[in-house]
């Protein structure tokens, strides 16, 4: 029953910073890569943004999730050979690793010339540890963890109302009244259209091997 509760507040209830999250996604062509890696794919929900013609599209994550995960392994010791996908997709996984240099490292490695790296990753937004919660970049610190790819961009995501409203309705989790506090956050993000704010809930980042 309160995985049920749980699910359904998710869908209907969700968060800013995952309302941010995607819909940047959607906006990014990723249709015509074809082999594809993402990092931290859970229940992989986010399948549905590449195209039908993926050569080879695997789902690594650091445990097993029953009938989803095809590769079992910590992206800081990347079990793949060097060049093996043209897109590395990693949806708010980089909090949870130690060393983030030793990912953008490892990144680079495994993508080919010209492969194409796509990140979100949280600023303003609560601890949550899955299992470990290690580290908030600012823009200047994303800048200088992948200063040696090309075409750089970095978008923030959301202004200080959605930072604001995540802290409150994330606060005491077992309190279905706080969680409610999220009904209006559907609303604030149909308004909602661009990111450049210092107090943002975090970053989309998109980059090219070089």
Known sequence: MKKIIK???RKFFPTNRRILVEKDLKKISLKNYKKILVVGSGE?????LFGDSVEEYVRFDIEPHDGVTDVVGDILDAPFENESFDCVFAVEVMEHLKNPF?????VKRILSKDGMLVITVPFLFHVHADPSDYWRPTRMGL??????FSDLVI?????RLHVLLDLLSTSYSNNILFRLLRVVNLPINLFYTSGNSTGCSGYLVTAKKK
């Open 7 to 9: 699910n359904i507040l």
């Open 143 to 148: 800048e200088h963890l992948f200063y040696d």
């Open 102 to 106: 030793v990912f953008a490292s490892e």
């Open 44 to 48: 992989d929900p986010y399948r549905y």
């Open 155 to 159: 978008k923030g995501q959301g202004n």
